[in-house]
């Protein structure tokens, strides 16, 4: 297995880096401060492709793999969290859906509109009772009446729903049918008896807002049906798999961004005669970083890698995220001790990077869903023989 770079990635890496720089890094604390993102930046995205890095250039998008929208998500993470954030649920979230399952109308119709840096994507799949347990938990319904859907129920922690033309909604359309029992469909907020409600008052990520939305009676057509009725539990923990990587990918750039401002502020900062650099502890807190995100790199890399490949992917991906999520909030709590009271002040970033992380345990399944997920595929392959076959 070969992860380094090509050529053309390495120049991909770049020009996303020199973009973030000069019109994302200079904006993230007034995002973080005034909860709005830079639109002005997210208008001019669609140039580099990042408004739809794995849509098809039929549409639009930039038709990347796997491995080139890690690295641009982890390059905006790395300078503003809350715009990594929107921008990963809109290209793996929102557009994912409708690239993976939306007929060729549905394609047609919204991905150059999702494209084009003016609205950002949104899936709907939690609810207030159900988080991780959407099997058992999640109740919003779809009930056809004729040639149309009547949809009720909330939708809770939805990310970008404020700015989506359509949302993508898990919904119960067979009863009790278990994992068969769920679908997908198109719903644009503007239908009657759709309420989005104020957005959630936030630890961390607040220029990325997050809502619960309620439908009431809402009627869409029968053809709003994204994919096959029945196959949106599968659609779901399909999409789920591809967010880890994207969320591991995040946690790498905040990781990252809280480690270049660790290592820039050892040398600036003096005490007893010397940049403090220079002191064995703090050494090891900057060697320690950079171990630690170099493998949570490698990891999501490898997942993205083997995803391309069409290979299963599914335990790679919650390993990935589990290590880059758990990396992140290690290296930016180092990253906060070192700069000492400056840390925990707003004048330095590496305050809101600190409470930026803290979601990456928590979205696209907890660390402890994630080691779930990881101890089953474990106990299958030693069943099958497969344990540690690369």
Avoid at 88 to 110: D, R
Avoid at 289 to 306: F, P
Wanted: charged share 20%; glycine share 10%.
């Amino acid at each position: 297995m070969d992860f380094e770079l090509n050529d053309e990635l390495k120049m991909f890496q770049r020009a996303v880096r020199d973009f973030c720089e000069k019109e994302l890094k200079p904006h993230a604390t007034e995002a973080d401060e005034t909860g709005q993102l830079a639109w002005s930046a997210i208008h001019k995205m669609p140039m580099l492709g990042l408004t739809g890095l794995q849509v098809p250039e039929a549409f639009g998008g930039a038709e990347m793999d796997t491995t080139g929208a890690s690295i641009a998500v982890e390059e905006i993470g790395r300078v503003c969290g809350s715009t990594g954030l929107s921008i990963s649920a809109h290209n793996g979230l929102g557009c994912g859906t409708i690239v993976n399952w939306g007929n060729a109308e549905q394609q047609a119709h919204w991905l150059p509109i999702l494209t084009a840096g003016k609205h950002l994507g949104a899936l709907a799949l939690t609810e207030p009772q159900a988080g991780s347990d959407l099997l058992n938990g999640a109740q919003v319904t779809a009930i056809r009446d004729g040639n149309e859907w009547v949809i009720n129920g909330t939708k809770a922690w939805i990310t970008n729903v404020s700015f989506a033309p359509v949302i993508s909604v898990l919904v119960r359309t067979g009863g009790n049918a278990g994992s068969k029992s769920f679908s997908m469909v198109l719903v644009e907020p503007t239908r009657e008896g759709v309420t989005v409600h104020p957005p959630e008052k936030k630890m961390g990520l607040k220029a990325s807002p997050t809502h619960m939305i309620s439908f009431e009676n809402v009627r869409v057509p029968y053809e709003n049906l994204l994919g096959e009725e029945g196959k949106g539990f599968y659609m779901t923990m399909q999409t789920l798999d591809s967010g880890r990587i994207s969320i591991g990918a995040l946690s790498v750039g905040l990781a990252q961004g809280a480690f270049e401002e660790m290592v820039k502020y050892a040398q600036d900062r003096k005490a007893f005669g010397e940049p403090i650099a220079n002191k064995q502890l703090i050494q090891e807190k900057i060697a320690n970083a950079a171990v630690e995100i170099e493998a949570a790199r490698t990891l999501v890399y490898k997942a993205a890698w083997l995803k391309d490949k069409g290979r299963d992917y599914t335990k790679i991906a919650a390993i990935a995220k589990l290590k880059a999520s758990e990396v992140a909030e290690r290296v930016c709590f180092d990253a906060v001790q070192v700069h000492g009271s400056y840390g925990y002040s707003r004048e330095y970033p590496v305050e809101r990077m600190y409470r930026d992380q803290r979601l990456m345990q928590i979205g696209e399944g907890t660390s402890e869903i994630q080691r779930v997920v990881i101890a089953r595929r474990v106990l299958q392959e030693f069943e099958q023989g497969t344990l540690n076959s690369i």
